[in-house]
């Protein structure tokens, strides 16, 4: 746990405050082009592997990446996916 209190601090310190105007900016609401589908596995990180800014990437994670069918009830998945797409915009989806 304090692997992850010390790479806040230094988050706070390193990357956020020299970059401060640019993380205010997403304060005023999120405009991604994609939504990015994939596992949840812990080692995935799609902003490392596609080098995308924070704000850049509407990401939806889940065991396998697996979208489940239609259904009338809904589901999470299905639910991420409408938002993406009517709420935000998103031009592109990636699995």
Same mark, same amino acid.
């Given at each position: 746990?304090?692997?992850?209190?010390?790479?806040?601090?230094?988050?706070?310190?390193?990357?956020?405050?020299?970059?401060?105007?640019?993380?205010?900016? *997403?304060?005023?609401?999120?405009? !991604?082009?994609? $939504? @990015? &589908?994939?596992?949840?596995?812990?080692? %995935?990180? =799609?902003? *490392?592997?596609?080098?995308?800014? !924070?704000?850049? $990437? @509407? &990401?939806?994670?889940?065991?396998?990446? %697996?979208? =489940?069918?239609?259904?009338?009830?809904?589901?999470?998945?299905?639910?991420? &996916?409408?938002?993406?797409?009517?709420?935000?915009?998103?031009?592109?989806?990636?699995?």
């Amino acid at each position: 746990m304090q692997k992850l209190i010390d790479g806040f601090h230094k988050f706070q310190s390193e990357v956020y405050g020299p970059r401060r105007d640019f993380f205010e900016a *997403l304060a005023d609401g999120q405009r !991604p082009e994609t $939504l @990015f &589908i994939t596992c949840s596995d812990s080692r %995935i990180n =799609p902003n *490392l592997l596609t080098q995308a800014e !924070p704000g850049e $990437l @509407f &990401i939806l994670r889940n065991a396998g990446n %697996i979208i =489940p069918a239609f259904s009338p009830v809904g589901s999470g998945e299905a639910a991420t &996916i409408e938002f993406a797409v009517q709420g935000l915009g998103v031009q592109h989806i990636v699995v």
